[in-house]
C-alpha cells in the first residue's frame, strides 16, 4: 500500500501523557505507520488502538465488514437508571428504529456497554459504501447527545448534532501513543508524519485530557487571617493579572496590578499582605489562540466567577471578608412538597405599582412589603415564593426591567436590586428579603439558570473550550438559545456551580431551587446536585424545568429527587376548558402519575402567553377586558389545579386575571408584567375563589388531595362523560387512607351537564365550593347544584366541591 494515501486526520491528547491519532482512512499495514511526536516531544510507546474504545466516544466500529453500534454504559444514564431501552436510528432505518436497532447491555473489559452487532440482511443500501449519520435515541423517544469529545460528530442541515459513520474508517485508522514529556496545556505539542516522501506535522488537541483538569483548592478573592487571596483556575492561560483598587475611586487612578502565579494544576494565584474587603478587582488574561477552542484577550477585563459580589454585570467584582457577614443562626424548614403551593413571581413585577416602592425597588423594599398586612402574597394564602432569577445579570443599567435569565455571575445577587451595590449591600438586602419571607411562613424557592451565562461571558476569556460546549467547526453550541451551553463535564465547572448552591443556602438560607432548562446540565449533574445538597438544608426544594431545544429529560428525573415542572398540564387545560378535550388525559393529570410529590402542575408561568390571554373569548389573545366566560374559565381551571395530585404552582396575577394583552414575549416589558392590584380588586371574587382553594388544600381537610406517592388503584373512583370531558372524582373511596372523602365535579362545557353518580349518596357530603364561590361552612342551598337519585347536574364551566358530613353536622 502507499502510505500518501493517508494523513493524520486528528490527533488529541486523552490523558497528561496518553494520546490517540485518527488516520484519515484505515491502516491496512502490517507495519506501524511513520507517525511519531515533534521534538522537544518524546514518544515512548506507540501501537494500535482497539476499536471498541475508540467506539466510546464515535459510537461505532466495524467487526467482519459490519457495523457494532456501543454506547457506553457510563454515558447513558437514561438508559442504566431507568430500565429505557437505546436504539441507533439513521437512514438505514428512516432514523425511525424498531426492536431490531436496539442495543443490549454488555461488558467489554468489565465496562458496561450498549452493544448492537448490525446483521448482514440488515445492511443494505447507498450508506453502506458512501457511509451516513446516525444517532441513539431511547425506546421514550429521548435522543442522547453525541459526547463532545467526539470526533465524528458533524451538523444536519437543520443544526442537529449528529455521528457519523464512515466505511473507510472502521476503527482500523486509530492508533495510541503514550509520550516521555507531559502534555503542554499553555500551546500545542505536535504529531509527526515522516516517510520517504512526505514529513508534516499535526497539532495535538488537548482533546477530552483538557476536562481532567481540576483542582480542590478554594478559589476566588477571599479574606484569611487578615490577607487577601486571588485565586482562578484557567488551564490554558499563559499570563494572569489582578487588578484592583479601593473602593470610591472609579476612574482606577489608584489601582494596583499583580500578576499571578500557575500552580501547575491550571490554578493562578496571589497573595496580598492584607485585608482588601470592599476593594474592586477583575482579571486580564493572556493565552495562546492556537485554534477555536480559545479565545484568550487580555485587553479585555474578566469578572471572578468566584466573586462574591459584583458592581455591575460586566464587574468588577468586591471582595468580601465574609467574617464580617452575619450567616442565619437557624434554618427555615419549608413545607414538605406534598404541602407546597408556589407563586412564581418576579422582583420588579411585584413591587412596580405598590403604593411608596419606587420604580428601583428590591430586595429591602420587597421585604418592607411582605410584612405588611396588605401584602398579596399573603392574601393569598400561597407557602412558596418561586422567584424569577435574582443573581447578576446582565441589564446594562440598574433601572432596565430584565428577567434575570441572562446571568453573569453566580454568587451575587443581583446589584440591580441592592440598596447600595458600590458597598456590596446585595448580601445584606437579600438576606433581609429571605429572612421577611420566613418570618410570614413562605419559603423562598430561586430560580437558577446554570445552563447558559450572559454577556459579557467571563468564560470565554478565561478557557472557552473547558466551560462552554462547542460544535465540531469549534464555535459555541446554542441548545439554550441564549448564544451558549455551559459544558457540565467540566470539573470546575461543576465545582462553581456547586459552590454557589451552596452559598444561597449556607449565607442566604434560600429553600430550594428551580432549574432552568434543566436538561442541559444533564441528569450526572442534577444527582450530584441533589447528593451534595440534600444534607445541608432538611426538606430542601429541588426542582427542574426538564426540556432544552436538545431534549427532554422528564422521564430520566423520575429516579432522583427533583420535581419536575409538567408541560403535559400546561398544555393539555387550555383544551379543555373549552371543551375540546377528554376525560382520560384529565384523570391522568388529577390522579398525579407516579409521582405526585415530584410533578409540578401549572398552566402558566413567565414564558409565552398568560393563562388568560391563552384561553380569552377576545380577539388577539387580548384578555384585557376579560368575558365573564374567561373568569369563570380560570376559576375552572384554578379548582382543578388545587384538586391535582401534585404540587399545584401559580404564576403571579392569574388569580385576578392578569393579563399582558395578548402579547406573548414580555421579557423586556415591565410595563406589561407588573401586577396591576387595582385589577385585584376588580376582580376579587375571583382571587377569594383562588385564596378559599389553597386554604383548604392546605388544611386538614384537604388531606385526601396532597400525596407523596399516586395512591392505591381503590382511593380514585371515577365518574365520566367522556366525550364532553366531565368529570366526578370521589377521592378515598375506599376509605383506606386516614383522611376524610371528598367529592370533586368538573363540568368544562359552556352549557349544564347531567353525571350519572351512582353508588354515592348526596346526603353523605356538603357542598363547600361552586364556580364562583367558595364557602368553608358550606354553600346556601341556593348555590348548591342539583343532586338528586344518582343524578348531578353540574352548571357550565363549574366545578364543585364536597366535604363529607360529619357526625356533628349530621
Not at 470592599?278 to 493565552?287: A, L, M
Not at 403604593?355 to 405588611?372: K, N, V
Not at 453566580?410 to 440591580?416: D, I, L, R, Y
Not at 467571563?458 to 460546549?469: A, H, M, S, V, W
Request: glycine share 8%; with cysteine.
Amino acid at each position: 500500500m502507499t502510505h500518501l494515501a493517508h494523513h493524520v486526520e486528528i490527533a488529541y491528547w486523552t490523558t497528561r501523557f496518553d494520546g490517540v491519532v485518527e488516520l484519515s482512512r484505515d491502516w491496512d499495514g502490517v507495519e506501524l505507520p511513520p507517525l511519531g511526536l515533534a521534538a522537544p516531544a518524546r514518544l515512548r510507546r506507540f501501537q494500535r488502538m482497539k476499536p471498541w474504545r475508540w467506539a466510546r466516544f464515535s459510537g461505532y466500529f466495524f467487526e467482519n465488514g459490519l457495523p457494532v453500534f456501543l454506547l457506553p454504559g457510563d454515558t447513558c444514564h437514561l438508559a442504566l437508571d431507568n430500565a429505557e431501552k437505546v436504539r441507533v436510528a439513521g437512514p438505514f432505518n428512516d432514523w425511525k428504529p424498531d426492536v431490531t436497532w436496539q442495543l443490549e447491555l454488555e461488558k467489554q473489559d468489565g465496562e458496561p456497554v450498549f452493544v448492537l452487532h448490525v446483521r448482514q440482511e440488515n445492511w443494505h443500501g447507498a450508506w453502506c459504501h458512501k457511509g451516513c449519520d446516525f444517532k441513539f435515541i431511547t425506546d421514550g423517544g429521548t435522543w442522547l447527545e453525541p459526547l463532545s469529545m467526539a470526533t465524528n460528530r458533524v451538523k444536519d442541515s437543520t443544526g442537529n448534532t449528529n455521528l457519523h459513520l464512515c466505511n473507510q474508517r472502521t476503527g482500523q485508522h486509530v492508533f495510541c501513543f503514550v509520550s516521555e514529556t507531559p502534555a503542554n496545556l499553555a500551546g500545542h505539542d505536535n504529531i509527526l508524519w515522516a516517510d520517504a516522501t512526505n514529513s508534516h506535522t499535526t497539532a495535538i488537541r488537548h482533546g477530552n485530557f483538557l476536562l481532567h483538569q481540576d483542582s480542590t483548592l478554594e478559589m476566588g478573592a477571599r479574606v484569611i487571617n487578615g490577607q487577601t487571596r486571588f485565586r482562578l483556575f484557567a488551564p490554558r492561560a499563559t499570563n494572569v493579572v489582578v487588578e484592583l483598587w479601593p473602593p470610591g475611586h472609579k476612574d482606577r487612578v489608584y489601582c494596583e496590578r499583580l500578576a499571578l502565579v500557575a500552580h501547575g494544576d491550571g490554578v493562578w494565584e496571589v497573595t496580598w499582605a492584607g485585608s482588601l474587603h470592599g476593594w474592586r478587582y477583575q482579571y486580564f488574561i493572556s493565552g495562546e489562540n492556537l485554534d477555536a477552542s480559545t479565545d484568550f484577550d487580555d485587553s479585555h477585563a474578566v469578572l471572578d466567577p468566584w466573586a462574591l459580589a459584583t458592581l455591575g454585570p460586566a464587574g468588577p467584582g468586591i471582595v468580601i471578608d465574609m467574617a464580617r457577614i452575619p450567616f442565619p443562626q437557624t434554618q427555615y424548614t419549608p413545607p414538605a412538597p406534598t404541602d407546597a403551593i408556589i407563586l412564581e413571581a418576579h422582583v420588579r413585577d411585584l413591587m412596580a405599582r405598590v403604593p411608596g416602592a419606587g420604580p428601583r425597588a428590591g430586595f429591602r423594599e420587597l421585604a418592607t412589603w411582605i410584612r405588611s398586612p396588605h401584602c398579596y402574597l399573603r392574601a393569598l394564602g400561597i407557602n412558596v415564593l418561586e422567584l424569577q432569577p435574582i443573581q447578576e445579570f446582565d441589564a446594562q443599567k440598574p433601572d432596565d426591567y430584565h428577567w434575570g435569565y441572562m446571568p453573569t455571575n453566580w454568587f451575587s445577587p443581583a446589584s440591580a436590586y441592592a440598596r447600595d451595590p458600590s458597598n456590596a449591600s446585595q448580601i445584606e438586602d437579600f438576606q433581609e428579603l429571605v429572612r421577611a419571607c420566613h418570618e410570614v411562613g413562605i419559603a423562598i424557592v430561586l430560580d437558577v439558570v446554570y445552563n447558559h451565562v450572559g454577556v459579557p461571558n467571563p468564560f470565554l476569556r478565561i478557557d472557552k473550550g473547558y466551560y462552554l460546549e462547542t460544535a465540531p467547526d469549534g464555535n459555541l453550541t446554542n441548545w439554550s438559545g441564549c448564544g451558549n451551553d455551559i459544558r457540565p463535564d467540566a470539573p470546575m465547572l461543576r465545582r462553581l456551580v456547586l459552590a454557589t448552591l451552596q452559598h444561597f443556602i449556607e449565607c442566604y438560607d434560600v429553600d430550594g431551587f428551580r432549574f432552568d432548562l434543566a436538561e442541559l446540565l444533564g441528569l450526572p449533574m442534577l444527582s450530584e446536585i441533589e447528593r451534595e445538597l440534600r444534607p445541608r438544608k432538611h426538606g430542601l426544594l429541588l426542582i427542574a424545568e426538564p426540556w432544552s431545544f436538545r431534549g427532554h429529560i422528564g422521564h430520566a428525573l423520575s429516579r432522583t429527587g427533583f420535581a419536575s415542572w409538567s408541560d403535559g398540564y400546561r398544555e393539555f387545560f387550555p383544551a379543555w376548558v373549552h371543551g375540546a378535550a377528554g376525560t382520560d388525559a384529565l384523570r391522568h393529570f388529577i390522579t398525579g402519575a407516579d409521582r405526585p410529590a415530584a410533578t409540578v402542575n401549572y398552566t402558566e408561568s413567565h414564558d409565552d402567553l398568560c393563562w388568560l390571554d391563552r384561553i380569552t373569548e377576545n380577539a388577539c389573545n387580548n384578555g384585557g377586558q376579560p368575558s365573564s366566560n374567561d373568569a369563570q374559565r380560570t376559576r375552572l381551571m384554578g379548582a382543578t389545579l388545587m384538586a391535582s395530585l401534585g404540587i399545584p404552582m401559580l404564576a403571579e396575577g392569574q388569580d385576578f386575571l392578569r393579563s399582558k394583552n395578548g402579547i406573548s414575549n414580555t421579557y423586556l416589558r415591565g410595563d406589561l408584567n407588573a401586577l396591576d392590584y387595582v385589577r385585584l380588586e376588580s376582580f376579587k371574587d375571583t382571587h377569594a375563589y383562588f385564596r378559599s382553594w389553597i386554604a383548604f388544600r392546605l388544611s386538614a381537610d384537604g388531606a385526601a388531595l396532597r400525596h407523596s406517592k399516586r395512591p392505591q388503584s381503590g382511593f380514585f373512583r371515577f365518574f365520566e362523560n367522556e366525550r364532553q370531558g366531565v368529570l366526578g372524582i370521589l377521592y378515598n373511596a375506599d376509605g383506606k387512607l386516614p383522611c376524610a372523602p371528598l367529592f370533586v365535579a368538573l363540568n368544562p362545557q359552556p352549557e349544564s351537564v347531567e353525571l350519572c353518580v351512582h353508588g354515592v349518596d348526596a346526603a353523605g357530603f356538603r357542598q363547600l365550593a361552586n364556580g364562583t364561590h367558595f364557602y368553608p361552612g358550606g354553600l346556601p342551598r341556593t348555590e348548591c347544584f342539583a343532586w338528586h337519585s344518582g343524578t348531578l347536574r353540574i352548571p357550565p364551566l363549574s366545578a364543585g366541591l364536597w366535604q363529607t358530613v360529619s357526625e356533628e353536622h349530621a
